[in-house]
């Protein structure tokens, strides 16, 4: 079917739909040679970085699928939302808008998640997050929402995990960035931790003046400071605390996993801090795909959830390469997959979840000038 073909086709089945019969644009079937799959997420912007290595991910399992088929290629939609959720639902409207579009992989973050997914599960779009965290994403009753990396309730418990057995400590100041993912996470490890909570804080995105949370971390003398959020917060954090002289050991989730944080910090502040995330070090990947990476993006390693995108992005193209050409389609070829990837083995609950036995969180360490795995948390 032409491009000009699918999009009459579509036309005339929204047009049947306003005359009050139904239908159901899910339905309607494109050209393998016109399908498209979206990547969600940050692509500019204070997150950027966390957003690109998601698009580096997705890039290299289309370019690599164009390659074996050169006669009938997929193409690539971005959709940069700055990690705004805000943003969010224009962005979903824009995929549902595009009857090309069979996939998408993300929204990124958990809040352009909340905001996102509900009007591409309305339309029967696939998605699958690399990257987005919160837990109760899987509990709203979406059909087509899958998470390909494991969720807060486990991050966070884990976290704790480590916090209490590895790190030995007994007083805790916990603190978040008051968004759906960071808030989440924190009230996880919280959950963990009980009474060694001894106080809990915030900051807002983007706050530059840390003072008052940052005296209040000082007069608790805590033994380890846990916080909630993204990279950019954490480095501006950790660098005004131990300004501050407090030398307690630092532990943050997966949105710190990334080398903004150690800008941020400043290298002397950054080291030996502690970063939790269930995804797979890139160190400990397939050397093929390590070096097909490099390749692709100029000596570029792989960043946080690359590889999850890039098996993300996989899980769509053998879907179109076996013909799963419309959503609905599409949307239960994903709910029903079960095959390894480079990260784990891909199998979903039908909440949307990876199965048990594929999700890991592993603890990773701060090393000069590298964020990388020390150990799985049991």
Same mark, same amino acid.
């Given at each position: ?255 710190v996993k990334d080398e903004g944080f150690l800008h941020t910090a400043g290298q002397r502040a950054a080291q030996d801090a502690i970063i939790t995330c269930p995804c797979r070090p890139p160190e400990t990947l397939p050397a093929t ?47 029903? #997959? ?25 603890? #990773? ?14």
């Amino acid at each position: 079917m032409s491009r000009a073909a699918a999009l009459t086709a579509l036309a005339l089945i929204l047009l049947v739909a306003a005359c009050g019969e139904r239908a159901d644009a899910s339905t309607v079937e494109v050209s393998r040679c016109e399908a498209r799959i979206a990547v969600f997420g940050p692509l500019s912007g204070a997150a950027a970085n966390l957003g690109r290595n998601i698009e580096h991910g997705v890039r290299l399992a289309l370019n690599q699928y164009n390659a074996a088929h050169p006669a009938c290629t997929v193409e690539l939609a971005a959709f940069d939302t700055l990690a705004d959720p805000k943003r969010a639902p224009a962005a979903a409207q824009e995929v549902v808008s595009d009857p090309r579009i069979l996939g998408v992989v993300g929204p990124a973050f958990s809040g352009e998640s909340e905001a996102a997914v509900p009007l591409l599960d309305q339309a029967k779009i696939a998605s699958i997050t690399p990257s987005a965290t919160e837990a109760s994403l899987s509990t709203r009753g979406w059909t087509t929402f899958h998470r390909l990396i494991g969720n807060d309730a486990e991050q966070g418990p884990a976290a704790g995990r480590y916090i209490a057995g590895v790190l030995r400590a007994s007083k805790v100041f916990v603190i978040d960035d008051t968004g759906a993912y960071g808030h989440g996470l924190a009230s996880e490890v919280m959950g963990v931790l009980g009474e060694r909570v001894v106080e809990s804080g915030t900051v807002l995105p983007a706050q530059e003046d840390l003072t008052a949370v940052v005296t209040r971390i000082r007069a608790a003398d805590p033994d380890v400071i846990f916080f909630g959020g993204y990279y950019d917060e954490a480095g501006r954090l950790l660098r005004q605390v131990r300004a501050a002289g407090v030398t307690a050991p630092f532990v943050a989730g997966d949105g710190v996993k990334d080398e903004g944080f150690l800008h941020t910090a400043g290298q002397r502040a950054a080291q030996d801090a502690i970063i939790t995330c269930p995804c797979r070090p890139p160190e400990t990947l397939p050397a093929t795909f390590i070096q097909q990476y490099q390749a692709e993006f100029g000596g570029l390693e792989p960043g946080t959830n690359s590889a999850e995108a890039y098996d993300a992005a996989t899980v769509f193209l053998n879907g179109i390469g076996s013909n799963h050409l419309s959503r609905s389609s599409m949307a239960a070829y994903v709910s029903a #997959y079960d095959q390894p990837g480079i990260t784990t083995r891909i199998a979903f609950t039908p909440s949307g979840e990876l199965t048990a036995s594929s999700i890991t969180v592993w603890a #990773y360490r701060v090393r000069d000038t590298q964020i990388l795995g020390e150990r799985p948390i049991p």
